[in-house]
Nanobody
């Protein structure tokens, strides 16, 4: 059974940083791309970043230059480094495994002073 568990969320001041982790169990992620999404209150879930199997990345325009995705296949984990956080980044962040259409339960990120 494929499971995804996010961690690393929390409360941070504007301009601060957080690093999210997504630990995957049940299958190796080595050959597959992974993605991060987020959902703010009252809004639809939106794409944030994709970490491809070869380590290349793609980002939503709203986070380019501030967020950085990465992966450690040995640990079966993907990461989202978030810098220069803004109040508009406040959302629940979800890890996504497109190949198996699996989602984690999400981790709350709140950016506020």
């Amino acid at each position: 059974q494929v499971q995804l568990v996010e961690s690393g969320g929390g409360l941070v001041q504007p301009g601060g940083s957080l690093r999210l982790s997504c630990s995957i169990s049940g299958i190796s992620i080595r050959d597959w791309h992974m993605a991060w999404y987020r959902q703010a209150p009252g809004k639809e879930r939106e794409f944030v970043a994709r970490v491809n199997a070869d380590g290349s990345t793609n980002y939503a325009d709203s986070v380019k230059g501030r967020f950085s995705g990465s992966r450690d296949n040995a640990k079966n984990t993907v990461y989202l480094q978030m810098n220069s956080l803004k109040p508009g980044d406040t959302a629940v962040y979800y890890c996504n495994f497109p190949k198996y259409m699996k989602w984690g339960r999400g981790t709350q990120v709140t950016v506020a002073s």
